[in-house]
């Protein structure tokens, strides 16, 4: 039976979808390539793939608009942003390696990508937001 080998890889794959729709805003944010590679994947290191990939696009969105955000602030509000992203930081790298649990194989290993991925494009988003009105 060649479906056993891949067994694994589909319910990892749907349990990344599960966790995707339930993150909703996230989800949303990710491109369409990512969307298309995660479907053609057929196993745990491919997923890594399409996660590593769309991560490198989501943290140049990220470092874009905080550069963005950092010349729009006002002298003394851009160490506030500074702090606040380097606490930033420091919380998602520490919060997403929690679910790197060493026991818990390559479907951790592709949790706590996912988890930086998420993360990642979410605070993009947010620093979007936070750009002061143009009028």
Known sequence: MKILPLLPSAILLALLSVQAQACGDEAALYSRSYDQCMEQAASTAA?????????AGQDKLLNDNYKKLMAALTAPRQPQLREAQQL????????????????????????????????TAARAVELAKLMPEQH
């Open 47 to 55: 997923m890594q793939d399409c996660i590593a990939a769309e991560h």
């Open 88 to 119: 930033w930081l420091r919380y998602r790298d520490a919060n997403c390696r929690l679910y790197a649990d060493p026991a818990g194989g390559s479907a951790a290993a592709l949790a706590a990508a996912d988890c930086a991925l998420a993360a």
